[in-house]
């Protein structure tokens, strides 16, 4: 087992003072390989989930392990990918991929050209010498996926990364992660509250309720892969989501 | 052609603007000249251009009189923005990465901010003397501020994703520091260096006013004493043309430094 989490228990306390719990005995796994989405509505927990997995925020009670270590910190196993693409401006496409290498200490030349690499499997390879404010948000989010990459980790943390994208550009990033995806074979710990969408990648779908984020249900999703977006329109997909839609109606929460 | 028309074709061309800038220069030439002509006023009170262009020949021509003056003043600029902005720089980058500093020190950073530096001149004459040091500390005080405000500014104006983007790659401190929060501070960097620059000028002169041998403040005191109207005149335009050739140096840096963001950021008055 890869990931594995045990009754985290995690609370907040917002500026008013109030305290609110973000995690309540949440336990979950994932194995080598494979693809996991939790899905759940806004303010649910999962970014926070995503963080304490990644050594961003710390957890109260409970027990996250990866390759059976506790979590202590960021890890040099572990790429990140956030909700905005978070590229730094003053770098061209190409450094800001290179970015974690050069965190890192990795060796300059052979991470230049693992770079392109991964440029050309983002079919950005025509941009790595601009500069991110002449790209559009697809692809600086591409751009960040690239560099989650680059120092080769053996999982990838993505925090709800196509939410800021319209629902056409969404559709396309999706079938390119599973395209990047299937050529790199990484374990993907993904957070989404699109419920299509965790359908469409994952191999499991975990889903969480908000207030406080607790694990509701898990899906195995046994669709074939290669994935395409017709499969979108068929009586499989539509009664997997269908099912999922009903425990955030039957919690009274739409994700 | 309507005049509608006419107004964007002198608005958004280049020459357009050139001789808007002209026809405004000449009509304040006009003005000053029409003005003299009906109040009478004696050429030595208020002198014509005519008068200050020939000040202005004496002055900065090849044969000119300003110019150990003017080098003089111009050193004393440098040396004490350079001090200044290099002390701002350290105190600033200091200030932002120490809580311990920052809740120690701020305040009397804030207080002593508030000082108009200029009244500390004749202090620092008694305490440097009449030479160019006493100036120096002047310009140096004076643009030391602007750019440690502004440095502070533009570290804390790191935004946090970026920070938390490094970390979570595993970049130390150190990392982040230099590859995020010294980036984002530049453009805040460099408003200040422009407001610095332009400062020590004032302090320059003002220490010069206080006490001084040499130097474009100097000779103005000496020309208000003769009553040389004119040379005053010219005295002004040659020190507005430093402060306009530093102004656009520091401009023309921040444009190739920070090349990312050609929006000039929002200044922290200083």
Known sequence: ?255 | MTTRSVTDALVETTSGRIALSAAAFVTFVCLWVFALWVTQLSAVIVPGPMAVVRALWDGLGPQGAFYHHLWVTFFEVIAGFAIGAGAGLVLGIAFAESRLLHVALYPYLVAFQTVPKIAIGPLFVIWFGFGMSSKVAIAATISFFPVVVNMIAGLESAEGERVEMLTAFCGSRWQVFRMVKWPSALPYLFAGLDVAIVLSVIGAIAGEFVGAQAGLGYLLLQFNYSFNIAGIFALLVTLSLMGVGLHLLVQRLRRRIVFWQQTSERVVSA
């Open chain 1, 1 to 255: 087992m890869l990931i594995e989490v045990r009754e985290v228990n995690k609370t907040y306390a917002t500026r008013s003072g109030d305290v609110v719990k973000a995690l309540a005995d949440v336990t979950l796994q994932v194995d080598e390989g494979e693809f996991v989405s939790v899905v759940g509505p806004s303010g649910c927990g999962k970014s926070t989930l995503l963080k304490i997995l990644a050594g961003l925020v710390s957890l109260e009670t409970g027990e996250a392990r990866i390759r059976q270590e506790p979590v202590r910190g960021p890890r040099r196993d572990l790429g990140v990918v956030f909700q905005e693409a978070r590229l730094l401006p003053w770098l061209t496409v190409l450094e800001n991929v290179l970015v974690p290498a050069r965190v890192q200490n990795l060796p300059a030349a052979q991470s230049r050209s693992r770079a392109q690499g991964l440029l050309q499997l983002a079919g950005l390879s025509d941009f790595a010498e601009k500069y991110p404010n002449e790209l559009s948000g697809g692809m600086q989010q591409r751009v960040s996926i690239a560099r989650s990459m680059i120092h080769d980790p053996s999982i990838l943390l993505m925090d709800e990364p196509f939410s800021a994208l319209d629902a056409m550009t969404r559709e396309h990033m999706n079938v390119e992660l599973l395209r990047i995806w299937s050529a790199s074979r990484k374990t993907v710990f993904f957070i989404t509250h699109s419920v299509s969408e965790a359908v469409f990648l994952s191999d499991r779908v975990i889903v969480m309720t908000a207030r406080p984020g607790r694990i509701q249900e898990e899906l195995t999703i046994d669709l074939p892969r290669p994935r395409t977006l017709a499969m979108m329109a068929s009586p499989e997909f539509a009664s997997l989501t269908g099912h999922l839609r009903s425990v955030f109606e039957a919690k009274g929460v739409g994700p």
